[in-house]
């Protein structure tokens, strides 16, 4: 199944496989026999023709390609027109945590889909992560420890990634300007291990 | 839905990170099997039907193919993600893993730890033309020879190489040859002071 070998940044990825389990809105053009289970509300044996349901990602990918075309797929509600207007109004105060932890890699995996609204998905997606940006960076390079969870409530994962990342730079400098960073620490596993082991004697 | 069951190991990994170690989900995995076996039968059947004829089955074919091979995507990535975490715990933990990580690991991933262990070992004897080297030592540059450290927990006696033996009492400060007490400030025994 060469044609949706997508998979970012590899196989084993548990982001990725988290992203594509997001659901898709999508139609049945052909009837799929012995598989009603899927459509557990029909209490049909096959899936009919024209059936509207929601599929996970990595199954509409599998079943709507160029090659075949057993469902077709439309974008789910929060990449539609309206969300993109949202996003084009100001999009650095979405929540995009909730409208889907991995916003941008479903984006991505969105793109065969799209069809026609394949080039305006992907520069909401660009578009978005740059206006968001400048503030992700900004609010990481000037937070300090304790006030982290306010400022990533409305991240989605790959800022997250980003906003840690911008964190570590920020304290390892920090570290660097007085003199410490040559200091040995304790390994974060051991560290946590002895956190949980404490805990769990406390209680 | 098809493939839940597998995701449900995913999920797992994924809340537990930072050197947690969830306990080897052997009781979801064999589900999970279970269901691909299902599926693949189901897809044999068809795909004798769809032989001897009879196309109308065919896309139901593709959708458990696309189901198996997520599955597999899924327990793959269990297992691979697994056994890194294993691997990363060599690092941070020593070749000596704490009795309830150890609890968690199924039968093949300790093997394939001890393994990793012995071959971290050859390949660092084989360094610096003979005389070997602790790749796990200096993992920050290092500035001096000694250090000062403190206890935070009772350890016991501890041998530096010039054959005193210093008493590592909790809260005590010792001078030490940074050498060798780096593993137990990364162990969590000793606290370097500044």
Known sequence: ?203 | MLADKALELIRELDRTKDGQMPAFNEDTIRIVLEEMNTLFEQNQRDVNATVAGDVRYFSGVHLRHAALERNRRCLLAYLYNRLERVRDMRWEFGSILPADIRANMCEPEIIWFNKYNKNLASYMRSLGEGTGLDLTQDIKPPKNLYIEVRCLQDYGEFEIEEGDTVVLQKNTTHYLPMAQCQHLIRQGILEHVE
């Open chain 1, 1 to 203: 199944m060469a044609c949706n070998a997508s998979y970012y940044p590899n196989y084993f990825s548990l982001s990725d496989i988290l992203a594509t389990q997001d659901r898709v809105p999508c139609k049945f053009e052909l009837s799929v026999y012995n598989l009603g289970y899927l459509d557990p509300s029909s209490g049909n044996k096959d899936v009919v023709a024209g059936t509207k349901l929601e599929l996970p990602c990595w199954l509409a990918r599998a079943l709507c390609s160029s090659r075949r075309h057993i469902v077709s797929a439309q974008l789910p509600n929060t990449f539609k027109e309206r969300y993109r207007e949202i996003m084009k109004a100001d999009a650095s105060v979405v929540d995009l945590h909730k409208l889907g932890p991995h916003y941008y890699e479903l984006g991505q995996h969105l793109l065969p889909l799209a069809g026609p609204e394949a080039a305006a998905l992907a520069s909401l997606l660009t578009q978005t992560l740059r206006e968001r940006l400048r503030g992700i960076m900004d609010s990481a390079q000037n937070s300090l420890r304790d006030d982290v969870n306010a400022q990533i409530a409305k991240l989605d994962e790959l800022e997250r990634t980003l906003f840690h990342a911008g964190q570590k730079a920020l304290q390892d400098h920090q570290l660097w300007l007085s003199r410490r960073a040559h200091i040995l620490t304790t390994s974060t596993m051991v560290d946590q291990h002895n956190k949980r082991k404490f805990s769990a004697i406390d209680s």
